[in-house]
């Protein structure tokens, strides 16, 4: 990862701390040698920011065995640590949606997800145009994903598939609460990327993972059946 991918419009880091943040964010626990090396600094100042970190309750260690000798440490976010990344405005979502399906019904509450759904379509088709190949426009996704604080990129699989990765849910309260939100975006990414793609979601944050995943495959192409 270079320092580049350190960088998101909707959370710059500038200050080192910031930038060990956005690291363990993007890519899950990490020595602070490890860190130091994609901060282009050395392990022991990042080991120093660590500290701090921890002791502001922002990270936490782990010690794994690697063999023999003494374990290794590495360093994860906390709780406290992920909620510095930005959540949409959570709570007046949610009280927005509860209130919707207490006033009006369910199905009301699905069709204002219908809404944004439809919205959010037609906004990716039409930065889209252009993107001939597949790849570009998991490419082009990635990029508008980012841009709306999902800490997304794109990564080409020696299987000939594609990964579309997101290190943030900025609306992760509203989809847990109504799983409708995650469904309507899996299908908005099957409607842009076109027919000859097949889209699978591996990693769910909603469901506990760290990140949400998704494998992207040329429809027909072998073992994607199995996938």
Same mark, same amino acid.
């Given at each position: 990862?270079? =320092?580049h991918d350190l960088?998101n419009?909707?959370?710059?880091?500038?200050a080192?701390?910031? #930038?060990?943040l956005?690291a363990?964010k993007?890519?899950?626990?990490?020595?602070?040698?490890?860190l130091?090396?994609? +901060?282009?600094t050395?392990?022991e !100042?990042a /080991?120093?920011?660590l500290?701090? +970190?921890?002791e502001?309750?922002?990270?936490?260690?782990? #010690?794994r065995a690697s063999?023999r000798g003494?374990? @290794?440490v590495w360093w994860h976010?906390?709780?406290?640590g992920? !909620? /510095?990344f930005?959540?949409?405005h959570?709570?007046l979502?949610v009280d927005? *949606? #509860?209130?919707?399906s207490?006033?009006?019904?369910d199905?009301? =509450?699905?069709k204002?997800i219908?809404?944004r759904?439809?919205?959010t #379509?037609?906004?990716y088709?039409?930065?889209?145009t252009?993107c001939?190949s597949l790849?570009?426009r998991? !490419?082009?996704?990635?990029?508008?994903?980012? @841009?709306e604080?999902?800490m997304?990129?794109?990564e080409?699989c020696?299987?000939g598939?594609?990964? *579309?990765?997101?290190?943030?849910?900025?609306?992760?309260? %509203?989809?847990s609460h109504?799983q409708g939100f995650c469904?309507?975006e899996? %299908?908005?990414?099957? %409607?842009? *990327?076109g027919?000859e %793609?097949?889209?699978k979601r591996?990693?769910h944050i909603? $469901?506990g993972? /760290?990140r949400c995943t998704?494998?992207? $495959?040329?429809a027909?192409a072998?073992?994607?059946?199995g996938?």
């Amino acid at each position: 990862m270079s =320092r580049h991918d350190l960088d998101n419009s909707a959370w710059s880091p500038r200050a080192p701390s910031e #930038r060990i943040l956005m690291a363990l964010k993007m890519q899950g626990a990490l020595t602070s040698a490890q860190l130091g090396h994609r +901060l282009e600094t050395t392990g022991e !100042a990042a /080991r120093q920011q660590l500290q701090k +970190l921890a002791e502001d309750g922002l990270v936490a260690e782990e #010690r794994r065995a690697s063999g023999r000798g003494r374990p @290794a440490v590495w360093w994860h976010l906390t709780d406290k640590g992920h !909620a /510095r990344f930005p959540d949409s405005h959570a709570a007046l979502t949610v009280d927005i *949606l #509860r209130s919707i399906s207490e006033v009006l019904g369910d199905a009301a =509450r699905d069709k204002v997800i219908a809404a944004r759904e439809a919205t959010t #379509r037609r906004l990716y088709e039409a930065e889209m145009t252009g993107c001939a190949s597949l790849a570009a426009r998991v !490419a082009k996704l990635a990029e508008l994903r980012s @841009a709306e604080g999902y800490m997304a990129h794109a990564e080409a699989c020696e299987d000939g598939s594609l990964l *579309l990765i997101e290190n943030h849910c900025p609306i992760c309260a %509203a989809a847990s609460h109504c799983q409708g939100f995650c469904r309507a975006e899996q %299908a908005v990414f099957e %409607a842009v *990327l076109g027919e000859e %793609a097949a889209v699978k979601r591996v990693e769910h944050i909603v $469901s506990g993972g /760290r990140r949400c995943t998704y494998v992207i $495959s040329p429809a027909g192409a072998p073992g994607e059946a199995g996938r």
